[in-house]
């Protein structure tokens, strides 16, 4: 089973059809058709999927609650959002069934389903930020199919910590980025990956929150605990 990232798809396909000045929803949406069948078509050469599942986002989000030291997400702006990008969800809806995801992201329940369906699924997308979750991925745009084990996607994600995430407003520290947070963890145990990012962020607190806006769940409700009972 293919898991795609619909709101990849929504946002892609809705700032390019905004270069065109003639468009309409009626060929945003063909669009749209002939964008999955081209993801579909490759896929099929990569992997030994032939069914897909499409995720998109819903309007509840269970990380504007824990984010405290940087509203999430708070840097992006309604207004940078695609003209068509509301018609492209429905077409997304109505046409392949998109599923939207409540009080949490659509790669929260992607990763969910890609936990249970284990190597029988691979995730589609181009966002980094699935290199936590294990097992096969396939970047459509690159049309690089690759396969991320536990220890890969735990060693990514305590990266993350360290790195932060501009995109979605989770500050990280300064002047470590994807080479220098790889040679600080490297060769650690997950104990000693988090026990280094409390001595580099100073605060056990500050990564407890950039570990839980981070971390993609793995089941419903899910809210991630640290190795080890903290000392707060």
Not at 81 to 106: G, H, M, T
Not at 126 to 132: H, L
Request: glycine share 6%.
């Amino acid at each position: 089973m293919l898991l795609i990232d619909a709101d990849i798809l929504g946002y892609r396909l809705g700032y390019a059809s905004e270069k065109d000045p003639y468009a309409s929803e009626e060929m945003v949406n063909k669009m749209v058709k002939s964008y999955v069948q081209d993801i579909m078509r490759k896929a099929k050469k990569k992997t030994t999927f032939t069914e897909a599942e499409f995720y998109l986002t819903g309007r509840t989000n269970f990380r504007n609650d824990i984010a405290t030291t940087a509203p999430y997400k708070g840097n992006r702006s309604d207004k940078a959002k695609p003209i068509f990008l509301p018609s492209i969800r429905d077409y997304l809806i109505n046409n392949y069934n998109a599923l939207i995801s409540v009080d949490q992201e659509a790669d929260d329940a992607i990763s969910i389903r890609a936990t249970e369906l284990g190597d029988d699924c691979a995730i589609c997308s181009i966002d980094k930020d699935f290199d936590q979750v294990p097992g096969w991925h396939y970047n459509f745009v690159k049309d690089h199919y690759y396969y991320v084990t536990p220890e890969e996607g735990l060693f990514f994600f305590y990266r993350q910590i360290l790195m932060g995430d501009r995109i979605d407003n989770i500050i990280g520290i300064n002047g470590i980025g994807e080479k220098k947070s790889a040679k600080i963890l490297e060769g650690m145990t997950e104990q000693e990956m988090y026990d280094k990012c409390v001595e580099l962020h100073e605060s056990e607190e500050r990564v407890i929150e950039n570990a839980r806006l981070l971390w993609l769940r793995r089941e419903e409700g899910q809210l991630w605990e640290p190795p080890h009972e903290t000392t707060k």
